[in-house]
């Protein structure tokens, strides 16, 4: 017979949920950067993480949205310089 304690007997929390909120916190920090340099490439995998996190149920919610917004703002600004740079990402010259 099984004797282990159930995660929801014992009040902790279970595997995914600790999971998620470690990925909430991996949106928030790679989002923040992500408006400064690396927008191509921070910003999508802040957005991925938020909304992976939220799927999971996340006990963070707040910092997952965070991550979230700022993984959009860090694709608007680069969308932005690309339109006002005549779509040179970046030059050298």
Avoid: E, Y
């Amino acid at each position: 017979m099984n004797t282990a304690a159930h995660p929801a007997a014992t009040g902790t929390p279970a595997a995914p949920t600790r999971d998620a909120d470690g990925m909430a916190v991996a949106s928030f920090l790679l989002g923040l950067p992500g408006l400064l340099v690396l927008n191509l490439v921070l910003g999508p995998a802040a957005i991925v993480l938020a909304l992976t996190a939220l799927a999971r149920g996340t006990r963070r919610r707040a910092r997952a949205f965070l991550g979230l917004a700022l993984g959009v703002a860090a694709l608007a600004i680069q969308v932005g310089v690309v339109i006002a740079g005549h779509g040179v990402l970046w030059s050298f010259t």
